[in-house]
C-alpha cells in the first residue's frame, strides 16, 4: 500500500481463520498461510535443544517422549516453549517436572 515498508515480515496467527474478514486476508495482504499444529516427537526434540544447547541428543530425546507421553499429541509449541522458560538454566528439572507442564502455565 501506499504506507507499506519494504523489506518487512508480519506475521498473523488465529485460531480461527474462517472468522477473519475476506479482506484482511485478501491476496497482496496475506501471501503465505502456514498451518502450525501440535508438537510431535521431533518439533519436541528440537525445541528443547533450542533452549538448552549444552545437553546432548539423548536428554532431548528424554524431554520429548516424556511429554508426548504424557500429553499425546496435544500440546502446541507456544505451550512448550513457556513451560521451557520457568527453568532457563536448569534442563534437567525441565525434564522432572513434565507432568506439570500444562499447570504452570
Known amino acids: 500500500g501506499a504506507v507499506g515498508s519494504e523489506g518487512r515480515l508480519t506475521f498473523l496467527t488465529t485460531n480461527y481463520p474462517e472468522r477473519l474478514d475476506p479482506a484482511l486476508i485478501r491476496p497482496g495482504r496475506v501471501d503465505v498461510k502456514q498451518y502450525i499444529g501440535h508438537c510431535g516427537l521431533p518439533e519436541l526434540e528440537k525445541i528443547y535443544l533450542k533452549f538448552y544447547p549444552q545437553v546432548d541428543d539423548e536428554k532431548?530425546?528424554?524431554?520429548?517422549?516424556k511429554v508426548f507421553d504424557n500429553f499425546k499429541e496435544n500440546i502446541s509449541p507456544a505451550q512448550v516453549q513457556?513451560?521451557?522458560?520457568l527453568y532457563p538454566e536448569d534442563p534437567e528439572m525441565a525434564i522432572e517436572n513434565v507432568s506439570q507442564l500444562t499447570n504452570k502455565l
Open 82 to 85: 513457556a513451560y521451557l522458560l
Open 60 to 65: 532431548a530425546k528424554e524431554f520429548a517422549t
